[in-house]
């Protein structure tokens, strides 16, 4: 068994050490934080052991290092200091080379640990105040924090009675909003309950275009579009799949946990061109790769193509590759430019 697998196997007992070993070290953080810290900081230790998993397996400490980063920023804004994180690194770091010595897990730590004071405690926003929908972008946001999904529903139809395309609402109002949702939760200014009230009041918006999306012209082209494993994360890759709707091109979308098996047979079964798949997290890798594998063995696939795109990707130049992708995009524009150019 390999150290990545090594990690996943023993996840709870090293997450209870791990928590054991810092509060023994650091008995002021337990007395500041209570018994829900020591819950929290063994979930937390799980959580970091899942992504350094991910990043052993990919080869990318960028992988990593952004999920650090990631985590500072989550734990700065519920009042978790820098430093306690930099304690709790060291812990992970200690039980590591006892359990298994100094390895490739143990190097990638430390480099975290000496980079995590110069990393950022904050996250710029995604709405930028240059596009010429940022006005209907911060509008709509507004709508969803208030927990008014008619108001949401109602100011979108307006815009695009208004002469707004769908287009622009797409990839100017719902990528940078649901962005902008996971930023705030991020900085810890919604609740996890707001951001997934946000989510499901946008796909609900999504839902009331398609009588001016799905009604167009269809060419011959195909596209299967599907997220990976548990993720929750569907509305980007929904948001491409309507994108190539108003492009003409016949779209699957499968949402998540499909069995990699399944999803390949939909493809075969339809005669796909391209099979989108996305992947936020990084513990969600070997899913893409699996099902990337299946689709790459299918002879009746043989003139398609897999592009591949969500954060996971992001955070390691390349990586698509690695896994045998033969392609990768950002965001909205960049694959649709991919696909249809």
Known sequence: MNLAAELRARLDLLGHEIAERHF?????????????????????????????????????????????????????????????????ISIVIEVLAEQFGETDATALLRRAHDELPSMPVDVPTFLDPRDPHWGLATEYLGDLLRGNRHDATK????????????????????????????????????????????????QHVMTQLYSRIFT?????????????????????????????????????????????????????????????????????????SEVIRLFHAEPALAHARVIVGGRAFRMEPGLWRTIGADGYAANADECIALITG
């Open 24 to 88: 023994a070290a650091h008995p002021e953080q337990l007395a500041r934080y209570g018994a829900i810290g020591h819950q929290r900081c063994r979930e937390d230790a799980r959580f970091h052991l899942q992504f350094l998993a991910a990043a052993l397996e990919a080869k990318s400490d960028g992988m990593f290092l952004d999920y650090i980063g990631w985590a500072k920023v989550v734990l700065a804004a519920r009042n978790v200091p820098a430093h306690d994180l930099h304690d709790n």
């Open 155 to 202: 100011r979108i139809l307006d815009a695009l009675d208004a002469g707004v395309s769908a287009r622009d609402v797409y990839r100017r109002v719902f990528e940078p909003v649901q962005q902008e949702i996971g930023r705030l939760w991020q900085l810890n200014r919604i609740s996890v309950a707001q951001e997934h009230f946000c989510t499901a009041a946008t």
């Open 216 to 288: 167009g012209g269809k060419h011959d082209r195909r596209v299967v579009a599907m997220s990976v494993g548990g993720e929750q994360h569907e509305v980007g890759i929904r948001i491409i799949t309507d994108l190539l709707e108003l492009e003409g091109w016949q779209t699957w979308y499968l949402g998540a946990n499909v069995p990699p098996l399944a999803a390949v047979a939909m493809c075969v079964e339809h005669r796909a061109d391209v099979l989108l798949v996305s992947a936020t997290l990084p513990p969600h890798i070997a899913a893409a």
